[in-house]
């Protein structure tokens, strides 16, 4: 009898410290989300009151009115991105998985790619291996192949690559992207999948990175009972993901 007492009271204590943990999370992250949401709102409205009051440069109304609109874009972006942590994150969500084509939907997602490679002046070499299927959710999928693809395609200077490729082994499914001309500090590795973290050379908003992206991809990998890992190589970075 003492020691099932003990028992429950351990199984009581680590149930309050991991609501006390979950507790600071959610206070942590709203305060994060306040932030980040503080600071586009803080320029439009100081690029509208300029506006209305034809203040020094903000004469210029075309201009301003086109960077408020692309800040407000970036706004809308993180607004969206904020939503789908709400809808995945709550507790009665359950990912709608099927059995499809794993190799085919890359090659569609890779095509709605093409031009922003274009665009970016990168190479891209493809080694997918026909017929691998898998069992997923392919909407949120796809969130995740288009984050990563974006990001390669965002954080690669002009003219390098990015690398695409797909096999099987021993029942595991390995998608690694990976994109060159590029390295990730090894301190800040570790730290990617966390909300509104950025590696402190890509602060700049200017980029479209809300900070978000990789955490929604991680939180999507888990609901997949999957793995996700990011690594500096000789040529670059590679994100792999494991099913």
């Known amino acids: 009898i003492r020691r099932q007492r003990q028992m429950c009271i351990r199984d009581r204590q680590h149930d309050i410290d991991e609501k006390i943990q979950i507790d600071e999370m959610r206070k942590e992250f709203i305060a994060n989300v306040s932030h980040e949401l503080k600071t586009p709102i803080t320029i439009i409205k100081g690029q509208l009151q300029g506006m209305l009051c034809g203040v020094g440069r903000y004469k210029d109304r075309e201009t301003y009115l086109a960077q408020s609109l692309e800040v407000t874009n970036s706004l809308e ?3 969206q991105e904020l939503l789908t942590v709400s809808r995945i ?5 359950s990912c709608v998985k099927t059995h499809f084509d794993f190799t085919q939907f890359l090659r569609q997602r890779l095509a709605a790619f093409d031009d922003l490679f274009v665009q970016k002046e990168l190479s891209v070499a493809i080694n997918l291996l026909p017929d691998i299927y898998i069992d997923g959710d392919m909407g949120l999928l796809q969130k995740v192949v288009d ?3 974006g ?4 954080y690669s200077p002009p003219g390098n690559s990015i690398r695409v490729d797909l096999r099987q082994a021993e029942e595991k499914v390995y998608l ?5 001309g590029v390295h990730i500090p090894e301190d800040d590795i570790s730290k990617l999948f966390e909300p ?3 590696v402190e050379q890509s602060r ?3 980029t479209g990175g809300s900070g978000l992206g990789l955490y929604i991809v991680k939180t ?5 009972n999957a793995e996700v890992s990011v690594q500096n190589t000789d040529d670059g970075v590679s994100i792999k993901v494991i099913f």
């Not at 690694?176 to 060159?180: A, L, P, Q, V, Y």
């Not at 999507?220 to 997949?224: D, G, M, Q, S, V």
Request: hydrophobic residues 40%; aromatic residues 10%; positive net charge.
């Open 77 to 79: 972006k993180m607004v």
């Open 89 to 93: 994150e709550a507790p009665q969500y």
């Open 147 to 149: 984050n990563l693809l």
């Open 151 to 154: 990001n390669a395609a965002t």
């Open 176 to 180: 690694t992207i990976e994109n060159t």
């Open 196 to 198: 509104f973290y950025r």
């Open 204 to 206: 700049n908003r200017q």
């Open 220 to 224: 999507i990998i888990n609901l997949h």
